[in-house]
């Protein structure tokens, strides 16, 4: 595993969030905000030029939503971890977002310094419950 | 149906008979009497003659060569046609003959030799039956006629106003959906972000207690833009001086920020119920947005309401570039502003020519 903070993208159309995700970000240092994409298209493109560990994706978008963005992110480099955000309710957005590949779902105003840590530290026990394939569990 | 009413004046009378004789000696009694008497000579010419000449009676003589009487009572009553047309047979004086006559449906039976009095008795009571029965079945025929142009008529207006109500429906759906996207991607977004951010400062509050009280501070700009978003979209739903003073001063209000220079008109305006004054100043709102994105440059617009007879009317005018109405524009603005129009029973029209401006006006009418 490479040393150093975890590399971070963030995506979402709407500026408050990403603002608020920066500055939640710029407070911790083991993770590192690499880049902002305000759209699904950018999102993709941000991820294969600068390779990030960890995305925070938006659901809903204009264009490309956040769902076909993760998919498309997770086809192309599938170590990377997404977290799909969203102003609704879990209940709210399309049950879809679980096949996604996605690590988690969280509410935007939900998201802060301990979670954000809290679902890093636990995103090996994550991956297998979100349906992506990915490295064997230790037990596994 | 073949419901034909007769004139009382001129019954018909089909003598049916093979004795020239006999025949001769009825239309001698029924003619002068004034019933216009036809005849047939056998049981096949008497049905060819019942359809030809739609008679109101048959006077039916038993005894004939190959179709009897009986026969041709019998299907005269099989058939629909002439099932109620009365059937008086003329018999022989014996029992057995009257019971046949009964028995093939016939109306009533006459004994030869008759008495002329009791058969103009009988051909008269009876005729005035068959009248009374073609009178009752026109008006029947006529009755269900009514009703299927009512039924149809209630059909056309019915499906009118389920059109309408769909409409009117899926207007009300476009707006809150329009709500919930303002809302969603406005005052939400920036709540979201305060939320995110306050627990960022609370987080740093012990540790790092400066750079929390900055943050803090930095969140009151945030607090202000979301609660001017919320007031925005508030004011767009309904706005609070068209509720509080009515549609002169919201519309002037209105045109001091609206895209294209605008001067109003309003004489003789006072309140309304709010549906009207709502629909009139969103369709002035939308028409000054579509003046802005068409008449183009420096082009001003007049807006006109006024009352006249039962109708409170209103246009929007500029002085723009104006448009070809037959190769049209058909914006969703338009569409929106004549459903919200005609949702409460008024018209829209648009006038326009390349070069001459764009006039959109509207007329409601103004409940008693």
Redesign the interface.
């Given at each position: 595993m490479a040393i150093g903070p975890v590399r971070v993208l963030v995506v979402d159309d709407q500026r408050p969030f990403r603002k608020a995700a920066r500055a939640v970000l710029d407070v911790m240092p083991e993770f590192e905000l690499v880049d902002e994409a305000d759209s699904g298209e950018a999102a993709v493109s941000s991820s294969a030029s600068l390779e990030p560990d960890l995305v925070l994706m938006d659901v809903h978008m204009e264009g490309m939503d956040g769902l076909e963005a993760t998919r498309r992110i997770l086809a192309a480099r599938p170590e990377t971890a997404v977290i799909l955000v969203s102003s609704y309710r879990v209940e709210d957005v399309a049950a879809a977002a679980a096949e996604s590949g996605a690590l988690a779902f969280l509410p935007k105003d939900r998201f802060g310094a301990r979670t954000l840590r809290e679902i890093w530290a636990s995103r090996a026990e994550l991956l297998p419950r979100t349906g992506r394939r990915e490295p064997p569990s230790p037990d596994g | 149906m073949s419901a034909q009413v007769s004139s009382d004046a001129n019954p018909k009378v089909l003598v049916v008979d093979d004795v020239p004789r006999n025949v001769r000696l009825l239309e001698a009694v029924l003619s002068p009497n004034g019933y216009t008497v036809t005849s047939a000579s056998s049981g096949s010419e008497a049905l060819e003659r019942v359809a030809a000449d739609l008679p109101d009676l048959v006077l039916l003589d038993i005894q004939m060569p190959g179709m009897d009487g009986y026969e041709v009572c019998r299907r005269l009553r099989a058939d629909p046609a002439t099932r109620f047309l009365p059937v008086v047979m003329i018999t022989s004086s014996d029992t057995e003959v009257r019971v046949n006559a009964l028995e093939a449906d016939a109306d009533d039976f006459i004994r030869k030799p008759f008495d002329q009095e009791e058969l103009l008795a009988r051909v008269r009571s009876l005729v005035r039956i068959k009248h009374y029965h073609d009178t009752i079945e026109a008006q029947a025929a006529e009755l269900a006629e009514w009703n299927q142009t009512l039924e149809a008529r209630v059909d056309e207006q019915t499906e009118e106003l389920r059109a309408s109500r769909t409409r009117v429906v899926s207007a009300a759906d476009a707006e809150r959906r329009r709500i919930e996207r303002d809302l969603?991607?406005g005052a939400?977004?920036?709540?979201?972000?305060?939320?995110?951010?306050m627990?960022?400062a609370r987080?740093?509050a012990d540790s790092?207690p400066e750079?929390a009280m900055e943050?803090l501070d930095a969140l009151g700009d945030?607090v202000q833009e979301a609660l001017e978003q919320l007031r925005d979209l508030a004011h767009g739903i309904y706005p609070p001086l068209l509720q509080d003073r009515g549609l002169p001063e919201a519309l002037t209000a209105a045109a001091g920020s609206a895209p294209i220079r605008t001067r109003i008109q309003v004489d003789g305006i006072t309140r309304y119920e709010p549906d009207v004054e709502a629909t009139v100043y969103f369709c002035c709102l939308e028409a000054l947005q579509n003046a802005a994105k068409h008449a183009g440059e420096g082009a001003t617009a007049t807006v006109n309401a006024w009352q006249e007879a039962e109708e409170l009317r209103f246009d929007v005018a500029d002085d723009g570039a104006g448009f070809d109405p037959e190769r049209g524009r058909s914006g969703v603005g338009l569409t929106n502003m004549r459903d919200r129009v005609g949702a409460i029973g008024g018209s829209l029209q648009i006038d326009s020519a390349p070069g001459r401006g764009t006039t959109i006006s509207g007329s409601i009418p103004l409940g008693s």
């Open positions: - | 969603h991607d939400q977004q920036h709540l979201i972000g305060l939320a995110v951010r627990r960022l987080d740093l790092e750079k943050m945030d």
